[in-house]
């Protein structure tokens, strides 16, 4: 059974969801902030060096790192590719990675630039245009792509969504979705599926 360290409140819910996706047996060590810092608890380090969530623990391997994660997951527990392109059509494949690892690759930064210039509750003469353009311009790409269809790739769920549905939760925390109804529309059809409520509902995030 995967034992998930799951670091309220943060990226690791989504993989609490992958789990529920997926249908495997997982258990939960959970960890919450410090309310001060907002940083995990020193506990997270005797799990891993790093000390950060989400981590797994399965069959003696000790692995970090979401996106790391996922495509762990679906290669041991998703034989039938049912959440991932199989390698064997190598373009479909390849534009799968390639929105897997976009959202913790190139969107995190700027949301983390701006979380953290508004919780220092003034804006920064450098930082804060630069988040704002970056944030600007992957919320378009994102609403671009996802356009019509009910997933970033098209009419299934992947292995993709859940690292998308991530930064836009946290875009939505920071109070950034007023101009993108697309992405809004889709955060709420994400969290209305059964898995991601059982995945709320076991983590109690
Ligand atoms: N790139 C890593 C980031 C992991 C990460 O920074 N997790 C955050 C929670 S969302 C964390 O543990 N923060 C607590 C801290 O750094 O003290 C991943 O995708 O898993």
Redesign the pocket.
Known sequence: MITLHH?RI???IFTVWLLEEVGVEYQLRVYQRNPETM??PPELKQVHPL????VIEDEGLLL????AITSYVLQKYDADNEFSPSPDSLQEWAHYMQWLVYP?ASVFAPLLLKMLTLRSGEEHSVISPFSDGEIELHFNHIAAQLGQRSFILGERLTGADFGITYVISMAERLGLLGNYPTLAAYLQNMRARDAFQRAVANAVE
């Not at 000390?51 to 989400?54: H, L």
């Open positions: 670091l943060g990226r690791s940083r995990a000390g950060k969530s989400p970090s790192e979401s996106v913790e």
